[in-house]
């Protein structure tokens, strides 16, 4: 009989193996991203996708590929994307800066490295590793919230002279709801005060078991102030993205997602999006949320223009006709009529909802800022 990986169909499906494993666990079968599946379990958990997320009723004037499963001849390897987290003034954007600052040392980065929400950094055997540069779990679980499921892997930094605080246990939470797979960046390893052995053993309150107590989860010494040891990170991050098998076909209509979003004085309404499948391209008819557009240009995470996106690459389009969400599907459809009227029908659902919105009294408002 044909069996499948959870990883394996998560791939085709353009799904997050996490959510599939999820799914197959509350369907009472409990089994890990690298376990098989035999082919009617696979066909049922299809199935479960596309129905949980669109009433068929809603297919014809919305867009739903959620149990479109791509060939499996078609999918290629595809770079991870990784999300930082940790408490505040653990380290967090030191160590993003620390990390694009290597690739433009290492003459990667053509001049200007510009802001757009993610970059992608090349390690020494080619692979690519795809950064959210948007950390914090609050951007995480919004995401999350809104269905958008883009991260592969977690990052979590635990300043060593300070160890778990708060908003570490938060991410880890976080982290283990989505069931996403975790590596421990112990930072400010240079700091006298250092003390990275407590920081393992406070994990294990947290039943995090790191590698160097004999557990599965990496665990890497990094000082992101001096540069200590990134490679170390990069090349944990490496080996767990290996061991997702993380795939995608690239030659198909592209499915995004919007991670970041603004209005530019001079050229108007911009969306950093990642590409979930298929090659997004420069002339491509989208909708976005309830947008739609044509992508007029694109930017990659180091200024330059481009005429294309493959999977999970970051890239900032040019064409919409407002701001986006971020979390925001962003799907490329065969024609501008088809575009409007899928944002036409996304439109009249949120105004339908805003108009049944609680009224704002002085009460809720105030209890909203709390
Ligand atoms: P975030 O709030 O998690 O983004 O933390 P930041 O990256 O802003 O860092 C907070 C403070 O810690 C800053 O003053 C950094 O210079 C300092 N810091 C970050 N990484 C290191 C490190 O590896 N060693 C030392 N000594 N200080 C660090
Ligand atoms: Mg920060």
Do not use: C, W
């Not at 078609?74 to 990390?99: C, E, F, N």
């Not at 481009?306 to 999970?312: D, I, L, Q, Y």
């Amino acid at each position: 009989p044909e069996t499948i990986t959870v990883q394996e169909l998560a791939n085709r499906m353009a799904e997050r193996g996490a959510d599939l494993v999820k799914a197959l666990f509350k369907m009472g079968s409990p089994v890990t991203l690298t376990q098989t599946i035999d082919q009617d379990t696979a066909e049922l958990l299809v199935t479960e996708f596309g129905h949980n997320i669109k009433r068929v009723s809603e297919s014809d004037v919305d867009i739903d590929t959620s149990a479109d499963v791509d060939a499996a001849e078609s999918l290629q390897p595809r770079p991870p994307v990784v999300t930082i987290m940790g408490h505040v003034d653990h380290g967090k954007t030191s160590l993003l800066d620390a990390i694009r600052g290597a690739a433009v040392v290492s003459g990667e980065a053509g001049g200007i490295t510009q802001h757009i929400g993610a970059y992608q950094v090349s390690l020494p055997d080619k692979s690519k590793v795809t950064f959210l540069d948007t950390p914090g779990h609050e951007a995480f679980s919004e995401m999350r919230a809104r269905g958008a499921n883009v991260t592969d892997i977690v990052v979590l930094v635990v300043a060593a002279d300070d160890g778990l605080k708060p908003q570490t246990v938060e991410a880890i939470n976080h982290t283990k709801a989505a069931g996403v797979p975790m590596i421990i960046a112990i930072n400010k390893i240079d700091k006298p005060e250092a003390r990275p052995q407590r920081v393992r053993e406070e994990l294990l309150q947290h039943e995090i078991v790191v590698e160097q107590l004999g557990g599965d989860v990496q665990d890497v010494e990094v000082s992101a102030l001096q540069k200590t040891n990134l490679d170390g990170l990069l090349n944990a991050i490496h080996l767990q993205a290996e061991i997702l098998e993380l795939k995608a076909n690239p030659d198909r209509a592209s499915e995004a997602t919007v991670i970041e979003s603004k209005l530019d004085k001079g050229r108007g309404p911009l969306a950093t999006v990642l590409v979930q499948r298929g090659t997004l391209r420069v002339g491509d008819v989208f909708v976005a949320g309830a947008q739609s557009g044509k992508v007029r240009a694109l930017t990659d995470d180091k200024g330059r223009q481009v005429k294309e996106a493959g999977p999970a690459m970051p890239v900032e389009v040019l064409g919409l006709s407002a701001v986006p969400s971020a979390g925001d599907p962003f799907t490329v459809v065969e024609n501008e009529a088809r575009a409007r009227e899928v944002a036409a029908y996304r439109q009249s659902v949120l105004d339908r909802k805003r108009t049944t919105a609680a009224p704002v009294s002085l009460e809720n408002m105030f209890a909203s800022k709390a």
